[in-house]
């Protein structure tokens, strides 16, 4: 049993104005001895442990439902890219990093060919310079610089 | 442990479903071939220090789709054979030589490339010959040849699936 008298021990780390406030609202306050939340906690916990055949089926149909659906998203995922989904193109308008303006990799594969060429190509006789590609160093995207991407291209 | 009806098919919808991946059992899209290797023999040649030209055709079937760009890597494998000049394709969109680096004349390997933006001429679709390759040949031995389609694309600039093939010219 809690005594009513007895004065409720606040938490090391509360500061002192709380303790003050909360005293000044609720008077004296009945705390919860640390055994009983000890006990509740304990009690809490062997629930969880116990075995229960309906929760345990309810989990294990949550774990099917997820499983199957993951698998099924990573197979249609994987015969997309069999399938050969369509490169992006600079149409996607994506913002190029540095080291791609400067290397003239416009479509981020890794390497520059032709495709890159084309691309920068492309924009100019569209008037669409979305890449500003300066690969000769001179300031400006021109046809020049289509040039000089499809040397690189096949550079031995 | 327990086991429900329900879990069983679902998981032997999982395994199912990852083994038809795994396998490949599902039927994959047939892939063109970006590989093409040519084997030319030196019939009725005795002289070692015989030197005779020849020249190799590039051909790249876009099949239904229009070409705009390519890219490809071709290679002579055996000694005595020197590249000694580039010509364009039979179409128009492609009739001028492609991009090459120059290194490769006096050489035995070369990338070559090509694009058209304009479409004065329609882009061509099916199998075309995109270059013919001068080269020189040394010696009594059968030259070989190989072609890597590094690229293809459609007049939007996609990525498109197209094959490759080495033919002796006039052969």
Redesign the interface.
């Known amino acids: 049993m809690i005594d009513p008298d007895e004065e409720f021990v606040f938490d090391e780390d509360l500061p002192e104005s709380i303790r003050d406030a909360l005293r000044s609202q609720f008077g004296s306050v009945v705390g919860v001895p640390s055994a009983i939340d000890e006990a509740i906690l304990a009690d809490a916990r062997r629930q969880l442990t116990i075995a229960r055949?309906g929760i345990?089926?309810r989990r294990?149909?949550v774990?099917?439902?997820a499983?199957?659906s993951s698998?099924?998203a990573?197979?249609a995922v994987?015969?997309m890219f069999?399938?050969?989904v369509?490169?992006p193109?600079?149409?996607a308008q994506q913002p190029l990093s540095a080291a791609q303006l400067r290397d003239g990799d416009v479509d981020g594969n890794g390497r520059v060919?032709?495709?890159d060429?084309?691309?920068v190509?492309?924009q100019l006789?569209q008037g669409t310079a979305v890449a500003a590609v300066d690969a000769d160093g001179d300031g400006r995207t021109t046809q020049a610089d289509v040039d000089l991407l499809?040397?690189r291209?096949?550079?031995? | 442990m327990?086991?429900?009806l329900?879990?069983k098919p679902?998981?032997l919808?999982?395994l199912v479903?990852?083994t038809?991946?795994q396998d490949g059992s599902?039927q994959?899209?047939r892939q063109p071939a970006t590989v093409s290797e040519i084997r030319i023999p030196a019939t009725g040649v005795t002289d070692e220090k015989s030197v005779r030209f020849e020249a190799v055709d590039i051909f790249v079937d876009s099949a239904e789709q229009s070409l705009?760009?390519?890219?490809l890597e071709l290679t002579g494998t055996m000694p005595g054979v020197e590249i000694v000049g580039i010509e364009g394709g039979e179409h128009p969109a492609f009739r001028n030589p492609?991009?090459?680096?120059p290194?490769?004349i006096r050489?035995n390997?070369?990338?070559?490339?090509?694009?058209q933006?304009?479409d004065d001429h329609g882009l061509p679709t099916g199998r075309q010959r995109v270059a013919r390759v001068h080269v020189q040949v040394r010696g009594i031995e059968d030259r070989v040849w190989i072609g890597r389609l590094?690229?293809a694309?459609n007049a939007?600039?996609?990525?498109i699936?197209a094959s490759i093939r080495l033919e002796k010219s006039g052969g």
């Open positions: 055949p345990a089926r294990w149909k774990l099917s439902i499983g199957l698998s099924l990573a197979a994987v015969l069999r399938a050969g369509p490169n193109t600079l149409d060919d032709i495709l060429a084309f691309a190509a492309r006789q499809a040397q291209a096949v550079m031995l | 327990h086991c429900s329900f879990q679902a998981w919808c999982c479903a990852l038809i991946v599902v994959p899209a705009a760009a390519w890219q492609p991009y090459y680096d290194r490769a050489n390997r070369v990338i070559l490339a090509a694009f933006v304009r590094a690229a694309a939007d600039g996609q990525s699936a």
